[in-house]
């Protein structure tokens, strides 16, 4: 089974957009224009994408420059989303710590052959996952740093160092970051056939190669993302990775 490029693909598209537009009518919903926005840039990089792929993965050396860029638009994106494009040093390494490892454990045991072909895709949803913590991370944290001040100061007041007074405020926060991955990884096969199981399936694989490559898929996602979250809590607590009013104005 396979989903070819052609008419009823467009008409498809055409019809679920359609249907998007009119559940954000009914639901008097703001920003309508951009999940169309959306859905157009989604048509298009996703198009530039499969013809970059097309040719990278055929030289792994490439494919490794490929990851490096989807990596970069990552933190550059989970940068813009909590407001701290002055730290982007920091988020990146806290998006590296918990990246390489994962990779290293999949290429290093042979799970995943050192191929293009294969290192891309991988690569590409741990990327993205691992995005995702970091943002809900920052998001979460920040918020609870810029509502709980009174109990920032209150702690400096008391004595605690600074790194000990923002973890008091901002530690509680950290799990909730790692709520949807856990539940992804909770619900797989009960809820949701997650998109590496799909892929497998989809491209001719037995329903036990693709239980396994989606199992593999999960671990590392929650792997990459639980210390991501880790160490961006670190560099939070530090002052290293902060957006640039609370960067200017935390007591300290």
């Known amino acids: 089974m396979s989903v070819n490029p052609g008419w009823p693909v467009a008409v498809a598209l055409v019809v679920l957009m359609a249907l998007t537009m009119v ?31 097309t040719a990278v993965i ?7 420059l490929l990851v490096c860029v989807m990596f970069a638009v990552a933190v550059w994106t ?13 988020a990146a390494l806290a998006m590296a710590c918990g990246l390489l490892p994962v990779l290293a454990v999949v290429l290093l045991t042979g799970t995943v ?15 993205g996952n691992t995005m995702n913590a970091h943002t809900l991370v920052g998001r979460r944290t920040f918020t609870a740093l810029r509502e709980e001040r009174g109990q920032l100061e209150a702690g400096l007041s008391i004595g605690l160092l600074r790194p000990d007074a ?15 991955g856990l539940d992804q990884v909770r619900t797989a096969g ?3 056939l997650p998109g590496a199981f799909i892929g497998v ?4 694989g037995s329903p036990a190669q693709a239980a396994a490559a989606q199992v593999l898929v999960l671990f590392g996602i ?25 960067a200017t104005t935390l007591p300290r």
């Open 201 to 204: 399936m989809l491209g001719g």
């Open 23 to 53: 559940a954000y009518a009914a639901g008097r919903l703001p920003h309508a224009p951009s999940a169309l926005l959306a859905g157009a840039r989604a048509v298009v990089q996703l198009s530039v994408a499969a013809l970059v792929i």
């Open 190 to 192: 009960v809820v949701t």
């Open 113 to 127: 052959p050192f191929t293009g072909i294969a290192i891309v895709p991988v690569a590409g949803i741990l990327i």
């Open 78 to 90: 989970t940068l813009r989303r909590v407001e701290a494009l002055p730290s982007w040093a920091w």
């Open 166 to 180: 923002i973890s008091e405020v901002i530690h509680r926060r950290v799990p909730e970051a790692l709520i949807p």
């Open 222 to 246: 929650m792997a990459a993302q639980t210390i991501t979250a880790i160490v961006a809590e670190r560099f939070i607590c530090a002052g290293r990775l902060l957006p640039t009013d609370l």
């Open 58 to 64: 055929r030289t792994v050396w490439l494919s490794v």
